[in-house]
Structure formats: C-alpha cells, structure tokens
C-alpha cells in the first residue's frame, strides 16, 4: 500500500524522485486521485507553508518542495482530470504592467497550484487589457497581480478599474515589496498578501 506519509514528507524535503515514485505506485494500486492530491501532495505543501510563515524555511526551499509536487502532478494530474475531481477553484496571476520580476508570483503561483487550485499564469509585463481578456475567457474566481517597483503599482488601479468596467465578477488579490494592506484597501482590491503562504490563505477565503 502506497504511503501517504511518506509522500507528504518527500514532497517537504523536494524528493522529486520519491514523490514521483509513492504517487506512481499510489495511482496504479486504484488510490482515489483526490487522497492522494490532499493526504499526501497537498498535506506537504501545507507544512512547507505553515513553515515558510514562520521563517522556518525560506524560499529556496519552498521552491525544492514545489518542483517535488509539480514532478508529481504531472503524473496525477490526468487521473484527477479522468475521475471529474474538481480544482479547490481557478485564478488567474500576473507581474503588472512595466514590471518584469516575477519570483514572488512565481512563488504564489506554485503555493496555489500546491493547495489545489488551478492556475493560469499570465507571465510579467501583463496590460490591464491582457488582464481582462485572460478573466473574461478563463472564468476565475481570483485575478491576482503582483509588482516589485513602486512605479508600477499604478498599474495595479488601472487594472481593477478595467476589470470592474469589464464587469468581471472574480475577486482581486494584490502584493509585492511595496504592496500595503493600506494600498489595496485605497484601489479597491478584494485582499493584500504580504507573502506566498498568506496568499493561499487569502485565497481560500476570498472563494467563501
């Protein structure tokens, strides 16, 4: 019987090749895909993300453990497809426009893809017209945007505004170096997220 255990704490350390090996043996026993997505893969995500709040681990780390849950997935994933096992729900990320730094969306990217979303990565340098199209063909229920510069963080009200204009119904998320709380709050986005990990929290509770 293939060890869930044993596949949370391989995804923890980044052990591609347990993690790949337990899901494989995991998948061809008959384990219901969606155990093995939150008993094992997802389970190891969360201690790296509880960890990671804590400055126990940091991001080199994170980064380990992410590539471990995405070597795993990519075997997983068609079999969660198969049995109909619907994301935990669809969001759409992206560096605004003018700003090419992309390590901390790429970061939030892999924690929301870790706890059971579906993403879209739109890359960086994403226009607020990019924005609304990707929202209005995709559906999600959270547009998150990211921005490192200060000089792009007027970006970020431009593309609330157009998405809003635009009628589109999902909820936005915003963080970045110079990302406040007070910030969001005065352009009107749904939540600020001052690292990866709380961005998964806010995630989650902007679904409800």
């Not at 992206?94 to 090419?100: A, I, N």
């Not at 990565?121 to 995709?138: I, M, P, R, Y």
């Not at 998405?163 to 589109?168: M, P, R, T």
Request: proline share 4%.
């Amino acid at each position: 019987m293939a060890d869930l255990k044993a596949l949370s704490e391989a995804i923890i350390k980044g052990d591609q090749k347990t993690a790949v090996d337990i899901t494989k043996a995991a998948i061809s026993e008959g384990m219901a895909p969606e155990t093995i997505l939150g008993d094992g893969l997802i389970a190891g995500m969360n201690v790296i993300g509880t960890r990671f709040k804590a400055n126990e681990v940091y991001i080199p780390e994170v980064l380990i453990a992410a590539r471990a849950m995405k070597m795993a997935m990519e075997h997983l994933e068609p079999v969660l497809v198969a049995a109909g096992v619907k994301p935990l729900g669809k969001a759409i990320l992206g560096t605004v426009q003018g700003d090419l730094h992309d390590i901390g969306k790429n970061l939030v990217v892999m924690m929301l893809k870790g706890a059971g979303f579906e993403v879209v990565d739109l890359g960086v340098d994403v226009s607020s017209d990019k924005f609304v199209a990707a929202a209005k063909e995709g559906q999600p229920q959270i547009v998150g945007l990211s921005a490192l510069l200060t000089t792009t963080m007027p970006s970020m009200e431009k593309t609330i505004l157009a998405l809003k204009e635009a009628g589109i119904a999902a909820k936005t998320m915003i963080g970045g170096a110079p990302v406040t709380q007070a910030y969001a709050d005065k352009i009107g986005a749904h939540g600020y997220a001052p690292d990866a990990a709380s961005a998964v929290d806010l995630a989650k509770r902007l679904l409800n």
